[in-house]
């Protein structure tokens, strides 16, 4: 047909350029229509060989940066003394991806977990607590009593001025060195802290530093006096006026404001970061407006770079009218529905000793990519979290797709072979596919100029249903062994690729299911 040739020869032109421009049409082609770049076989033999010589690395080794940098990715920052919900797992799992993206492609990256472990919050949780809580009764699930104090308090601070006014003086006493509230405070950080790590460990992910705004209470202050003393440039003073009144609070205290700019200003000291990273809702977007503007102007940042990442919210959770459903339970439910799932399943045949295991990671697959199937920026009207999106195009689909090219390659009776000849690998359906993973390194780039996983998802989606009219019509096993080792290589290839945009959204592949 006509559209094939015309898709034969741009196929030819873009691979003879090396723009990144021409880099991020090929990526959005192939998102467009399956399959729609023809190469010649030396050109779709070459692809396979290189995908075999450089591994998991195939998709970023010629986009890598050629002068990389120093990125810290600020993500995940949940609030001390409030549950980890779902709305703290789109930072989590999106700057989780961040990180291991700029790590492929050949940064150096610093994952921070900036805790909000001070502010208004604390001290309606610490003055709850005195008022109308229970040691005892926060020691049995702390996350979970905690946030029942949080929103009761919260109820009264609304209601209640003089609530409201101890509150503040709770905060105050604290930032001054009150013992008494300090070690309070410290108990209900370290209660928190464990429970939020229990999460993380769930969740596969870790961090290179785990801090949180009370180290940069009294750093905070010192800033505020250095604006005051130094004042910001001539061209900045109509834009931060607003602003520098909000670094304290009239009685002397840190602001949010004031404790990030101190952060920022440590960060830059001893990280000695090219770029900062901040994964963060939208609706955060003026504070980091002003927040960049205002330490642009302090010569410790010089010529580094911000950026702050945006996503979109869930729209219907409130903490402080209690509702929201702690991670660790949507997690619990997931799995036990993945368990139910495989029971049922004419396919999935774990071994017993290997259930749970499989169940966890197919539950965190369907989360995971039920959140990135959409762009970061689109807000949620119903939480995300269920498992009403384990059919079609979802995790499971791409976790089987890997598993059973495993299978393929455990069960076809052909070694891989890596002088193999690629002669006989000419039919329609090994070329399309070939074609698509060549495209890999331009689906890479234009994840990482975006930031968009939805671009990853895409991919692999497609890939596994290349993958699986492949597997369909070309056969490994019983056949002619120069006919199925160049298969069975081919296969290895597709599963290599997958594998690798699996791992860099998070997840971990599963070789049997």
Known sequence: MKYRYVYRQCSLLLHALESRTWQRSLASLAQASPSPIRL??????????????????????????????????????????????????????????????????GHRVHRLNYLGDWGTQCGIVLVGMETFGSEA???????????????????????????????????????????????????????????YLKVYKRLGITFDEITGE??????????????????????????????DKRLLKSDGSSLYLSRDLAAILEHARQLDFDEKLYVVDNSQHDHFQYLFKLARDFDEIEDRDFRHIKFGRIRGLSTRQGKVQLLSEILDKAETSMIERIKRSKYARPRPEEMDDVAKTLALTVI?????????????????????????????????????????????????????ALDYLNEEEALALISHLSLAPATAQTAMEDFEPVVIVKYLF????????????????????????????????????????????GIQPLDAM
Request: net charge positive; with cysteine.
């Open 40 to 105: 010649n076989l030396a050109q779709s033999h070459q692809i396979l060989r290189d995908i075999w010589k450089l591994k998991e690395d195939f998709p970023f080794a010629s986009v890598k940066a050629k002068t990389p940098r120093k990125i810290v990715v600020d993500f995940s920052s949940p609030n001390i003394a409030k549950p980890f919900h779902a709305g703290h797992l789109r930072s989590t799992i999106l700057g989780n991806f961040v990180a291991n993206i700029c790590s492929a492609m």
């Open 368 to 420: 995971f990519i039920n959140d990135f199937k959409q762009k970061r920026q689109m807000d949620y009207s119903d939480p995300f979290l269920t498992l009403q999106q384990s059919e079609g195009d979802s995790g499971v689909f791409l976790q089987y797709n890997h598993a059973r090219l495993c299978s393929v390659e455990k069960n076809s009776g052909v070694k891989l072979n890596p002088d193999v």
């Open 462 to 505: 497609l890939n596994a249903h290349l993958t699986s009219k492949a597997l369909k019509s070309l056969r490994v096993k019983d056949r002619a062994p120069e006919v199925a080792e160049g298969r069975l290589f081919l296969f290895h290839c597709s599963r290599i690729v997958a594998r690798s945009f699996l791992k860099l959204l």
């Open 214 to 243: 009370s180290k940069f209470v009294k750093a905070a202050k010192e800033v505020s006096t250095r604006i005051e003393a130094e004042r910001p440039s001539d061209s900045l003073l109509k834009e931060t006026a607003l602003v």
């Open 137 to 195: 009764e926060m020691e049995k699930n702390p996350l979970k009593y905690l946030l029942e104090i949080y929103v009761k308090g919260t109820q009264l601070a609304e209601s209640d001025p003089e609530f409201m006014q101890r509150v503040q003086d709770t905060m105050n006493q604290l930032e001054n060195g009150d013992h008494n509230l300090f070690q309070r405070w410290e108990k209900i950080r370290r209660l928190t802290m464990a429970e």
